[in-house]
T-cell receptor, first 110, second 116 residues
Framework: GIQVEQSPPDLILQEGANSTLRCNFS?????LQWFHQNPWGQLINLFY???GTKQNGRLSATTVATERYSLLYISSSQTTDSGVYFC????????????FGKGTKLTVNP | GAVVSQHPSRVICKSGTSVKIECRSL??????MFWYRQFPKQSLMLMAT?????????EQGVEKDKFLINHASLTLSTLTVTSAHPEDSSFYIC????????????FGPGTRLLVL
């Protein structure tokens, strides 16, 4: 099945810093989503981005489908950005199933 | 829009009992819902795909007789953990795909199960 690798596994930042999270996947995809899991476990949809670039406030994401990777950019980080960021993909010709990466744990210190 | 609820949010039960978890899409219809399991500090693992009006499809290694799934309507899927044991303690999360939307999956808030 499709493999999803996220890097880095852990990231510690000072408030105000910028960061880039990476998601590599091993096959062509129909769907790619970025999520933020808050401390209570809720998965928050950040982006649906199987290709191209999107921006939402301080967050933006780019997926280069031909090279099988996606990047999540967080600018001017805040303490509330702390949590785990997951990338999840649905393989082409698949069955709507999302395969999750292991996540990047982000800690933003004041 | 695109809200998915789960009930209960937290449950503690004795070993050997059964627990039912409900997943509802509140403002959209979903022919397909998904059930995931997440252990502490780990990623989400898909357990099964729940299809409205038909049998669920289970992932390899998931016991279908232990984790009963029913998808009785376009807005409700249930997961029943039968004869629960302490190793079933976990965070269970459901998701749903909007039948009329793009391929985005929307996730519920999760249910924490503790089996004593």
């Amino acid at each position: 099945g499709i493999q999803v690798e996220q890097s880095p596994p852990d990231l510690i930042l000072q408030e105000g810093a910028n960061s880039t999270l990476r998601c590599n996947f091993s096959d062509s995809v129909n769907n790619l989503q970025w999520f933020h899991q808050n401390p209570w476990g809720q998965l928050i949809n950040l982006f649906y981005i199987p290709s191209g670039t999107k921006q939402n406030g301080r967050l933006s994401a780019t997926t280069v489908a031909t090279e099988r990777y996606s990047l999540l950019y967080i600018s001017s980080s805040q303490t509330t950005d702390s949590g785990v960021y997951f990338c999840a993909v649905e393989a082409q010709g698949g069955s709507e199933k999302l395969v999750f990466g292991k996540g990047t744990k982000l800690t933003v210190n004041p | 829009g695109a809200v998915v609820s789960q009930h209960p949010s937290r449950v503690i039960c004795k070993s050997g009992t059964s627990v039912k978890i409900e997943c509802r899409s509140l403002d959209f219809q979903a022919t397909t819902m998904f059930w995931y399991r997440q252990f502490p500090k780990q990623s989400l693992m898909l357990m099964a795909t729940s299809n409205e009006g038909s049998k669920a499809t289970y992932e390899q290694g998931v016991e279908k007789d232990k984790f009963l799934i029913n998808h009785a309507s376009l807005t409700l899927s249930t997961l029943t953990v039968t004869s629960a044991h302490p190793e079933d303690s976990s965070f269970y999360i459901c998701s749903a795909r909007d039948i009329g939307g793009v391929e985005t999956q929307y996730f519920g808030p999760g249910t924490r199960l503790l089996v004593l």
